[in-house]
Nanobody
């Protein structure tokens, strides 16, 4: 079982910065991707940034060069460095991991509990 715990959200002024963290535990196995998503109306989640097992990194178009996703050297913590925050970035941000267990067939898709980011005007 893979488990994710996010932290680092909070209230910031427009133009401010935050660093979100996601601590990963369990057997990741064969990684497809790890990433950050944000809650949008309709109870859906849009990708913010995603890093793939191949090393490829994708960012959502709205990021506009302001965010950076990174994974620490041991692979147990995922970060989202957020700068130039604007009120429209206010949302709940979720950590996500997708992969395939090494010990069995199938695949997993796990989410953290989410961390609130609120950007004031």
């Amino acid at each position: 079982q893979v488990q994710l715990v996010e932290s680092g959200g909070g209230l910031v002024n427009a133009g401010g910065s935050l660093r979100l963290s996601c601590v990963v535990s369990g057997n990741i196995g064969s990684l497809y991707s790890m990433g950050w998503y944000r809650q949008v109306p309709g109870n859906q989640r849009d990708v913010v940034a995603q890093i793939f097992g191949s090393g490829r990194i994708d960012y959502g178009d709205f990021v506009k060069g302001r965010f950076t996703i990174a994974r620490d050297s041991d692979g147990n913590t995922l970060y989202l460095h957020m700068t130039g925050l604007e009120p429209e970035y206010t949302s709940v941000y979720f950590c996500n991991i997708k992969g395939q267990p090494r010990s069995r067939g199938g695949k997993y898709d796990e989410w953290g509990q989410g961390t609130q980011v609120t950007v004031s005007y």
